[in-house]
């Protein structure tokens, strides 16, 4: 089965800092999803990355998957403090229309 | 406007009871899940739903059941099997464009 791992698993920076999270897979990703999820509530999507060396943005924030298609980032520049939250990536393996997760990483951003 | 509603937000359950989760989407999405999240272990999936009247249990089915009797509703019984109920629970339909659409949430709470 197809595992992730997101590294780090906290992350506390300063405002207006930049900051990378990573999210690394056992096997090769046919679809690389990130969310974005405050406590005690849904998740929220971010980005949908299929094709190997695909980048995207929105706003302030860029993800990349990489040429073999195991790993992806998630980069945020000038971060504030709304991007605080827990930042989770999902993996299509190619069957079912089931995804694999990440634990997540935990983001606080200090004003 | 589409969405994933979940109810209740919270739930509060004594031991010995079985409760049920409400989840309902009007996005006209075939697949459906239920996931359950705990500090520090991410999103662990219980059961899911491909099609009307089929379902297939997760990694941690044990102490849960569902029914998927109409396309657009999931719902989640948790028993008085499962040993350690208290967690945050998530529903989630499938949409090709953004992975798993994600309703609000239900913290349930054993007392």
């Known amino acids: 089965s197809q595992e992730l791992e997101q590294s780090p698993q906290s992350l506390i920076v300063q405002e207006g800092k930049n900051l990378t999270i990573n999210c690394t897979s056992s096997?090769?990703?046919?679809?690389l999803y990130w969310y974005k999820q405050k406590y005690g509530e849904g998740l929220i999507f971010l980005m949908m990355?299929?094709?190997?060396?695909e980048e995207k943005s929105h706003e302030k924030i860029t993800a990349k998957l990489d040429e073999k298609k195991q790993q992806s980032s998630l980069h945020i520049t000038a971060s504030q403090p709304s991007h605080a939250g827990i930042y989770l990536c999902?993996?299509?393996?190619?069957?079912?229309?089931?995804?694999?997760f990440g634990k997540g990483t935990l983001l606080t951003v200090n004003p | 406007d589409g969405g994933i509603t979940q109810s209740p937000k919270y739930l509060f359950r004594k031991e010995g009871q079985n409760v049920t989760l409400s989840c309902e989407q009007n996005l006209n999405h075939d697949a459906m899940y239920w996931y359950r999240q705990d500090p520090g272990q991410g999103l662990r999936l219980i059961y899911y739903?491909?099609?009307?009247?089929?379902?297939q249990k997760g990694d941690i089915a044990e102490g849960y059941s569902v029914s998927r009797e109409k396309k657009e509703s999931f719902p989640l019984t948790v028993t008085s099997a499962q040993k350690n109920p208290t967690a945050f629970y998530l529903c989630?339909?499938?949409?090709?464009?953004?992975?798993?659409?994600f309703g609000p949430g239900t913290r349930l709470t054993v007392l």
């Open positions: 096997k090769t990703l046919y679809g």
């Open positions: 739903s491909q099609i009307v009247n089929d379902f």
């Open positions: 999902g993996a299509d393996g190619g069957s079912n229309y089931k995804l694999t």
């Open positions: 989630a339909s499938y949409s090709p464009g953004t992975g798993e659409y």
């Open positions: 990355l299929q094709k190997g060396g």
